[in-house]
C-alpha cells in the first residue's frame, strides 16, 4: 500500500521545497527546507536506519483551551525496530516556547507508542564539511561500477589497513580514473572505507581505513 503522508506539502511562496531520494529504498522523500533535505541525506547515510517517512503522524493537543495539530517532521526506522519521530528545527529556532510546547507533546505522543523522539538541529546535521562530502558521496559514490573493481579497491587498502586516497589511486593504476574514484566514493558511502567526513573536505589528501565500526547511529 503506498504511504501516505499526514499532511500533503503544499506549494511553497518563500523558501525552498523539494524532494530527495532515499537510496537504501529508491523513495523520494519531501522536504521543506534545506535543513530538512540535509537530514534526509545524515539519515541515509547512517547504517542503523532502516526506513524513512515524511509529515508521518498529525499529534493533536489542547493549549488555553484551543486545538492545535503537530505535524513532526520525520518518522525512521532503525534495523533493530526502534522507531524514531524527528523535528528538525534550526537552532535559532528552537527554544521558542511554542516549539517547546510541541517537543513535549511529541514526547508524550512517542511515549504512548513505545518510540524515540528527537530535535535535530544544524549542529547534529551539519557539523563542518559533512553535508559537502555528502553530497559528493551520493552523487559518485550511487554510480555503477563494477563488483571487480570495487574488491580489487578494497583488497588493494586491506593490505596496508590505511593509506592515504592518493597512495590507493596509485596502486590501483590499472583501474581508469572515474572507475577507481566511484568506487572508493561507493565504498566510502557504504562504509565499507572509512575517513573523517566531518572535519577533512574529501580529496586526493583523505586518509582512508579499511575497518569500519558500524555500530554507531546517529540517533542511538
Same mark, same amino acid.
Given at each position: 500500500m503506498p504511504y501516505k503522508p499526514a499532511r500533503k506539502i503544499m506549494p511553497k511562496r518563500k523558501g525552498f521545497r523539494g524532494k530527495e531520494p532515499f537510496l537504501k529504498t529508491g523513495d523520494m522523500i519531501?522536504?521543506?527546507? *534545506?535543513? #530538512? &533535505?540535509? +537530514? =534526509? &541525506?545524515?539519515?541515509d547515510f547512517d547504517l542503523q536506519v532502516d526506513e524513512i517517512f515524511y509529515q508521518p503522524v498529525c499529534i493533536h493537543y489542547t493549549l488555553n483551551g484551543k486545538k492545535h495539530r503537530y505535524f513532526p517532521d520525520f518518522k525512521i526506522i532503525l534495523?533493530?525496530? &526502534?522507531? *524514531? =519521530? =524527528? #523535528?528538525?528545527k534550526a537552532l535559532r529556532f528552537k527554544n521558542n516556547p511554542s516549539n517547546i510546547i510541541k517537543y513535549e507533546v511529541g514526547r508524550k505522543y512517542c511515549e504512548a507508542h513505545r518510540? +524515540?523522539?528527537e530535535v535535530f538541529t544544524e549542529e547534529e546535521i551539519n557539523p563542518r564539511y559533512l553535508q559537502t562530502n555528502l553530497s559528493l558521496l551520493r552523487h559518485l559514490g550511487s554510480q555503477e561500477v563494477t563488483d571487480n573493481i570495487m574488491d580489487h579497491v578494497l583488497k588493494q587498502l586491506q593490505s596496508k589497513t590505511e593509506m592515504y586516497l592518493f597512495e590507493l589511486r596509485e596502486s590501483c593504476a590499472e583501474i581508469d580514473e572515474e572507475s577507481f574514484y566511484k568506487a572508493v566514493y561507493q565504498l566510502i558511502y557504504l562504509q565499507e572505507i572509512s575517513t573523517d567526513l566531518v572535519n577533512v573536505k574529501l580529496s586526493d589528501e583523505s586518509i582512508l581505513h579499511f575497518s569500519v565500526d558500524e555500530g554507531r547511529s546517529s540517533c542511538s
Amino acid at each position: 500500500m503506498p504511504y501516505k503522508p499526514a499532511r500533503k506539502i503544499m506549494p511553497k511562496r518563500k523558501g525552498f521545497r523539494g524532494k530527495e531520494p532515499f537510496l537504501k529504498t529508491g523513495d523520494m522523500i519531501h522536504w521543506e527546507s *534545506f535543513l #530538512e &533535505r540535509n +537530514y =534526509i &541525506r545524515l539519515a541515509d547515510f547512517d547504517l542503523q536506519v532502516d526506513e524513512i517517512f515524511y509529515q508521518p503522524v498529525c499529534i493533536h493537543y489542547t493549549l488555553n483551551g484551543k486545538k492545535h495539530r503537530y505535524f513532526p517532521d520525520f518518522k525512521i526506522i532503525l534495523k533493530d525496530g &526502534r522507531v *524514531f =519521530i =524527528i #523535528e528538525v528545527k534550526a537552532l535559532r529556532f528552537k527554544n521558542n516556547p511554542s516549539n517547546i510546547i510541541k517537543y513535549e507533546v511529541g514526547r508524550k505522543y512517542c511515549e504512548a507508542h513505545r518510540w +524515540y523522539y528527537e530535535v535535530f538541529t544544524e549542529e547534529e546535521i551539519n557539523p563542518r564539511y559533512l553535508q559537502t562530502n555528502l553530497s559528493l558521496l551520493r552523487h559518485l559514490g550511487s554510480q555503477e561500477v563494477t563488483d571487480n573493481i570495487m574488491d580489487h579497491v578494497l583488497k588493494q587498502l586491506q593490505s596496508k589497513t590505511e593509506m592515504y586516497l592518493f597512495e590507493l589511486r596509485e596502486s590501483c593504476a590499472e583501474i581508469d580514473e572515474e572507475s577507481f574514484y566511484k568506487a572508493v566514493y561507493q565504498l566510502i558511502y557504504l562504509q565499507e572505507i572509512s575517513t573523517d567526513l566531518v572535519n577533512v573536505k574529501l580529496s586526493d589528501e583523505s586518509i582512508l581505513h579499511f575497518s569500519v565500526d558500524e555500530g554507531r547511529s546517529s540517533c542511538s
